[in-house]
């Protein structure tokens, strides 16, 4: 089974800071990797699939990167509103999946 | 717009089976698309529990592997889930989600439901 580990899990930023989080798959994935937020009381929200591909409607300050075991979700300048929880998810074989443990970005 | 609605018992007996529909409006199930289980403890993350094809093809996360089944009714636009012998550890948020799929090989839940309590209590 693929294992996935996230740091840190849980940052304190300021609106306005460079966050960046760190997914670690426990062994290479290519780029079968997503990321979602979640909000206290809600569904999580696909971000990013395939390790870099925004989806449609999320805004540009979020970007992924990675492949293979490292990836790294990057909020370039962070907002009010993307206060939550994040999620990696790899999909490395059809229709099965493993999340990350998660981290929450909370304000300092 | 594609919406899901999960729907069940919010309260369940140990060792007894829980039951969970997840009813899909604004799309086709047989329209092609994975469907899929999550799950989500008090104050903890999320677990995957099983993915379905809208032919049936099912897929499990093996540590619930003994105790799920994943069901696809494609007359009601439905996909449902069921946990047996459960025990308070099974307690929590219940989410359904559209599992989309980009050239057969990237996979990712694209559409998720609103999510659905279950309680496990004498």
């Known amino acids: 089974d693929i294992q996935m580990t996230q740091s840190p899990s849980s940052l304190p930023a300021s609106v306005g800071d460079k966050v960046t989080i760190t997914c670690r798959a426990s062994?290479?994935?290519?780029?079968?990797l997503n990321w979602y937020q979640q909000k206290p009381g809600k569904a999580p929200k696909l971000l990013i699939s395939?390790?870099?591909s925004l989806q449609s409607g999320v805004p540009s300050r979020f970007s992924g990167s990675g492949s293979g075991t490292d990836f790294t979700l990057t909020i370039s300048s962070l907002q009010p509103e993307d206060f939550a929880t994040y999620y990696c998810?790899?999909?490395?074989?059809?229709?099965?999946?493993?999340f990350g443990p998660g981290t929450k970005v909370d304000i300092k | 717009q594609v919406q899901l609605q999960e729907s069940g018992p919010g309260l369940v007996k140990p060792s007894e089976t829980l039951s969970l529909t997840c009813a899909v409006s604004?799309?086709?199930?047989?329209?092609?698309?994975?469907w899929g289980w999550i799950r989500q403890p008090p104050g903890k993350g999320l677990e995957w529990i099983a993915s379905?094809?809208?032919?049936?093809?099912?897929y499990y996360n093996p540590s619930l592997r003994s105790r799920v089944t994943i069901s696809v009714d494609t007359s009601k636009n439905q996909f449902s889930l069921r946990l047996s012998s459960v025990t308070a550890a099974d307690t929590a948020v219940f989410y359904c989600?559209?599992?989309?799929?980009?050239?057969?090989?990237?996979?990712?839940?694209?559409?998720w439901g609103r999510g659905t309590t279950v309680i496990v209590s004498s």
């Open positions: 989600a559209r599992v989309a799929y980009r050239d057969y090989l990237y996979y990712y839940m694209d559409v």
């Open positions: 604004g799309y086709s199930i047989s329209s092609g698309s994975y």
């Open positions: 379905i094809y809208h032919t049936g093809s099912t």
């Open positions: 062994q290479s994935i290519d780029s079968y």
């Open positions: 395939a390790a870099s």
């Open positions: 998810q790899q999909s490395h074989s059809t229709a099965i999946f493993t």
